[in-house]
Structures are given as structure tokens and as C-alpha cells.
């Protein structure tokens, strides 16, 4: 079975930074596109960032230039690198994979595998 994990989430001040990992197991051939969402409290799900097998990466603009996504395909674990956090990052995190598809990134739909999320909160 194919599962996703996240870990490192916590509570940061602002201006701090903090990475999220994304451990893959099973079968992972087969996912072409990688991907981090988040969703806070009363707002809809709205993506981060996102990278494909082939290492280009894709960045939302409310996150660009602070954080950094990469993959070790040695041990299937995606990463989010953040820096200069800031409050309006608090929201649950989720990293997500999927195969190749004609759906546009940020397309929820175009990912078949969601890991079950990890707390990053911002204080001021």
C-alpha cells in the first residue's frame, strides 16, 4: 500500500524557519509530480509548492523565495525547506504525489496520494 508521512511541524516565531519531510513508501514508480498543500482553519486548501521526477520545481508566490522544495530519491522523502515564516504560514500541511497528468498543479484532483498532514503555527 502506498502511504505518505509527514513529520516536523511545530510551533516557530516568526521570522523563524522550520523543514517538512514527506516519508514515501510502497510503490512510488510511478508518481511523476510531487507536491506540498496547506489549509488553515476556515480557508480553503491552497498549494505551495510543488516538484516531478525530472527535479523542476514550481513555486506558489505567497512562498517563493523562502521556501524550497526537494526530493531525495534515495529515501523517497520529500522535504519543504521554510524560512522567514511569518503567521499567515500557520495552517496544516500536506504533502501529495501523483502520476503525470494534464491537470494543472495546483489541481488537487491531479494527485492520487495525501499524506495525513503536519501542524505548522506562526506566532507573531
Known amino acids: 500500500q502506498v502511504q505518505l508521512v509527514e513529520s516536523g511541524g511545530g510551533s516557530v516565531q516568526a521570522g523563524g524557519s522550520l523543514t517538512l519531510s514527506c516519508a514515501a513508501s510502497g510503490y512510488t514508480n510511478s508518481w511523476y509530480r510531487k507536491a506540498w498543500f496547506r489549509q488553515a482553519p476556515g480557508k480553503e486548501r491552497e498549494e505551495v509548492a510543488t516538484i516531478t521526477s525530472d527535479g523542476d520545481t514550481i513555486y506558489a508566490s505567497s512562498v517563493k523565495g523562502r521556501f524550497t522544495i526537494s526530493n531525495d530519491n534515495a529515501k523517497n522523502t520529500l522535504f519543504l525547506q521554510m524560512k522567514t515564516l511569518n503567521p499567515e504560514d500557520s495552517a496544516m500541511y500536506y504533502c501529495?504525489?501523483?502520476?503525470?497528468?494534464?491537470?494543472?498543479?495546483?489541481?488537487?484532483?491531479?494527485?492520487?496520494?495525501w499524506g495525513q498532514g503536519t501542524q505548522v503555527t506562526v506566532s507573531s
Open positions: 501529495a504525489a501523483g502520476p503525470w497528468s494534464s491537470l494543472k498543479w495546483y489541481n488537487p484532483d491531479r494527485y492520487n496520494v
